[in-house]
């Protein structure tokens, strides 16, 4: 079965600090990680993917199969990146997404 | 392109009435998914359709039911309605092809309140 775990609800930091987000996950195949973000009384969006190495609003993550883990990182965190991030994880063969928790991230000014 | 649309926005029924959602994909997309966000439970998966049938189905009752219509519009159906059902109803549209996981753009929701 697949599952993801987001072990930290609320996450504070101060502007400027580094952020890491964490995600672990259990899958026996090879799996496609997502990080999707929920600003403020918006709608939820995708904020990266794991297959197209990109990093978006300064924030990248890198997916550790020895680990299990697509821990999300930021080197200097800014206030608007307070929000609500959900990691999300998909099996092969068109399975359907499944979501951690979610951790809401503070950024303290 | 337009973005994911839902109707209603929001909804208030009583117990043992049932509930019709609607979600209207970006112009292209064939797939759309539906699910469940509570404080509790978190997003949870509820169906996929693509083309007009269901791949995959979540872990909910047969109270919980959707279709897709050709023009890739989709509802979702609950039927008598718990205390519990109360939650935020998301909708996810992707240009899904055979193999692989696009991107999945959602919709603002539907908040559904069950007294």
């Known amino acids: 079965a697949q599952r993801v775990t987001q072990p930290e609800k609320l996450l504070s930091v101060f502007k400027g600090a580094p952020v890491e987000l964490k995600c672990n996950y259990s899958?026996?195949?090879?799996?496609?990680l997502f990080w999707y973000v929920q600003y403020s009384r918006q709608r939820l969006q995708l904020l990266l993917r794991?297959?197209s190495r990109e990093s978006i609003k300064g924030f990248t993550a890198d997916l550790n199969k020895g680990e299990t883990s697509f821990h999300l990182k930021k080197p200097f965190a800014q206030e608007e990146d307070s929000a609500m991030y959900y990691c999300?994880?998909?099996?092969?063969?068109?399975?359907?997404?499944?979501f951690g928790k979610g951790t809401r991230l503070s950024v303290i000014a | 392109k337009a973005g994911v649309t839902q109707t209603p926005r929001y909804l208030i029924k009583t117990r043992g009435q049932q509930v019709t959602l609607s979600c209207s994909p970006i112009?292209?997309?064939?797939?759309v998914s539906w699910y469940q966000q509570t404080p509790g439970q978190g997003l949870q998966f509820l169906f996929e359709?693509?083309?007009?049938?269901?791949?995959n189905k979540g872990n909910f009752p047969g109270r919980f039911s959707g279709r897709q219509f050709s023009n890739s519009r989709s509802e979702m159906n609950v039927s008598t309605l718990e205390l519990g059902d109360s939650a935020l109803y998301l909708c996810?549209?992707?240009?899904?092809?055979?193999?692989?996981?696009?991107?999945?753009?959602f919709g603002p929701g539907t908040r559904l309140l069950v007294l």
């Open positions: 899958y026996s195949g090879s799996p496609e």
């Open positions: 359709y693509f083309s007009e049938t269901q791949r």
């Open positions: 794991h297959i």
């Open positions: 112009s292209g997309h064939r797939s």
């Open positions: 999300a994880l998909s099996g092969s063969g068109n399975t359907p997404l499944v």
């Open positions: 996810a549209s992707s240009n899904l092809v055979a193999g692989g996981q696009e991107t999945q753009y």
